[in-house]
T-cell receptor
Framework: QVQLVQSGAEVKKPGASVKVSCKASGYSFTSYYLHWVRQAPGQGLEWMVRINPSGGSSSYAQKFQGRVTVTRDPSTSTVYMELSSLRSDDTAVYYC???????????????????WSQGTLVTVSS | QSALTQPPSASGSPGQSVTISCTGT?????????VSWYQQHPGKAPKLMIYEVNKRPSGVPDRFSGSKSGNTASLTVSGLQAEDEADYYC??????????FGGGTKLTVL
């Protein structure tokens, strides 16, 4: 079965960086886009970035450009999301989610998320 | 992009129907048939309930349906059940590989 499993909770100080991993299993890792979505405590969902696990290209929400880096390791079916210059309002649960199938979805069809990870709580506090 | 607008809360009695709206603009909801709806129970990850406006993933009960008119999308839950009590989020493709979510609606089953 499809599973997305993330690394554990993190506590960081303002100005630091955090790197969260998402390991995929149960499907062909390089065949589906992977996205990162975050949710601040008591707040709604916010889309951050998408990566093509096959070629490594990515698309970022304008808000996060320059502060988020997403990479992948096909040998371990793992995607990494690094957020830098952390602020207190970056405190949130960060989810990875599977998007559309490469070569089959197009445009917005690649942006519905059928499987989600359990999430990783990142706390930014001095 | 600004978040899509959802009512903060909605409610209905068991067996009734309830509709949750999701209002965007001509740059997102009004321009693309790529609206999705997610259900989220407390402390859990979201679950895809509707994609491409009105399509249901396998396993999602047909009590859940989606529609769109102009810049507003809607999720209707028919035959409300206790387990439908959750937060619901809409999302819409906004062009140029961007996605916007709604602020969420807390559905209460009375």
């Amino acid at each position: 079965q499809v599973q997305l499993v993330q690394s554990g909770a993190e506590v960081k100080k303002p100005g630091a960086s955090v790197k969260v991993s998402c390991k995929a299993s149960g499907y062909s890792f390089t065949s589906y886009y992977l996205h990162w979505v975050r949710q601040a405590p008591g707040q709604g969902l916010e889309w951050m970035v998408r990566i093509n696990p096959s070629g490594g290209s990515s698309s970022y929400a304008q808000k996060f450009q320059g502060r988020v880096t997403v990479t992948r390791d096909p040998s371990t079916s793992t995607v990494y999301m690094e957020l830098s210059s952390l602020r207190s309002d970056d405190t949130a649960v960060y989810y990875c989610a599977r998007g559309g199938a490469l070569g089959y979805c197009s445009g917005g069809g690649c942006f519905s998320f059928d499987y989600w990870s359990q999430g990783t709580l990142v706390t930014v506090s001095s | 992009q600004s978040a899509l607008t959802q009512p903060p809360s909605a409610s209905g009695s068991p067996g009734q129907s309830v509709t949750i709206s999701c209002t965007g603009t001509s740059s997102d909801v009004g321009n693309y048939n790529y609206v999705s709806w997610y259900q989220q129970h407390p402390g859990k990850a979201p679950k895809l309930m509707i994609y491409e406006v009105n399509k249901r993933p396998s396993g999602v009960p047909d009590r859940f349906s989606g529609s769109k008119s102009g810049n507003t999308a809607s999720l209707t839950v028919s035959g409300l059940q206790a387990e439908d009590e959750a937060d619901y989020y809409c999302s819409s493709y906004a062009g140029s590989n961007n996605l916007v979510f709604g602020g969420g609606t807390k559905l209460t089953v009375l």
